[in-house]
């Protein structure tokens, strides 16, 4: 997980924005839920995707980080979208995938 924060250089103390990494190799489940809607103006039919990645309570993931989900040997970045629901051994957070920082 990587987030776009403000570092200052200790040498020059300019501060410019980089890419930090919170967090690597975390176990976590990725799943996928396929979302239908049909058009009530009689027009194509919209598909969406309901992304939820699923991990451990003591990681503490900030609105708007990327998050890079290596699963199958695929890897592709998400950002979080939206509080994580809290549940008593995990927590699930639902996820888009990664334009930009905002």
Same mark, same amino acid.
């Given at each position: ?19 930090? #990494?919170?967090?690597? =190799? ?7 839920? #396929?979302?239908? $809607? #049909? /058009?009530?103006?009689?027009?194509? $039919? #919209? ?6 990645? /699923? *991990?451990? =309570? ?14 199958? =040997? ?6 979080? /979208? ?5 549940? *008593? ?7 888009? *995938? ?5």
């Amino acid at each position: 997980m990587k987030e776009w924060k403000a570092v200052k250089d200790p040498i020059t103390h300019i501060t410019r924005y980089e890419e930090v #990494t919170l967090h690597e =190799n975390l176990k976590c489940k990725l799943s996928h839920k #396929t979302l239908t $809607a #049909t /058009s009530k103006s009689g027009g194509p $039919a #919209t598909i969406a995707e309901e992304i939820q990645l /699923s *991990l451990g =309570n003591e990681y503490d993931i900030p609105a708007g980080c990327k998050i890079i989900v290596t699963q199958d =040997n695929v890897t592709t970045e998400y950002t979080r /979208s939206g509080k994580p629901g809290i549940f *008593l051994d995990h927590q699930q957070i639902r996820l888009e *995938l990664f334009k930009e920082y905002a």
